[in-house]
C-alpha cells in the first residue's frame, strides 16, 4: 500500500518516481535528488524542507508522506484537495471540496497561476463559510 500526505508536490513526486513510489522510507537524500529532478529546484530548498520533516518524523532517518499530515516546521495549509487541520483530515483526498474547486479551474483553458489563484479564493471561502 502506498502512502501519500496533505503536499501536492511530494505526492506528485511520488506518483512519478522522483521519490520512492511507496511514498514510505524517504530520506533527505530522495527529497534533494527528487526536487532536482522532478522539479528543477536547486537543492537548499529541498534540503531544508527534508531536513525539517525528519526532525519531526517518528525515526530521524526517513519519514513516510502520510507524516506530512502532522503539524510541525514547515508545514502549512495549501491543498485545493484536502481540507486545513483544523477542518477534520488534512490527509485525504476530499472530493467534495476538489469537485467545486474542479469548476473554477474549468473556467480557465490552460491552467495559469492565476487559475490556482482563483481556486485558492474560492477555497478560502469554502474554508471561513464553514467556521
Known amino acids: 500500500m502506498t502512502a501519500r500526505g496533505p503536499c501536492p508536490a511530494l505526492n506528485s513526486l511520488a506518483n512519478h518516481g522522483f521519490l520512492p513510489h511507496s511514498g514510505k522510507n524517504i530520506t533527505a537524500i ?57 477542518d477534520g483530515d488534512n490527509n485525504g483526498f476530499n472530493e467534495t471540496i476538489w469537485s467545486v474547486l474542479l469548476q473554477v479551474l474549468k473556467h480557465y483553458s490552460i491552467t495559469t497561476p492565476q487559475a490556482i489563484g482563483a481556486a485558492r479564493t474560492v477555497k478560502d471561502l469554502l474554508d471561513m463559510a464553514h467556521k
Request: include cysteine; hydrophobic fraction near 35%; glycine fraction near 12%.
Open 30 to 86: 530522495d527529497i534533494i535528488r527528487g526536487g532536482f529532478e522532478g522539479l528543477g529546484l536547486s537543492p537548499e530548498f529541498p534540503a531544508v524542507a527534508g531536513v525539517s520533516e525528519l526532525l519531526k518524523s517518528y525515526t530521524l532517518a526517513s519519514f513516510n508522506l502520510h507524516e506530512l499530515s502532522n503539524h510541525g516546521f514547515i508545514d502549512h495549509d495549501c491543498s485545493l484537495s484536502r481540507p486545513n487541520i483544523g
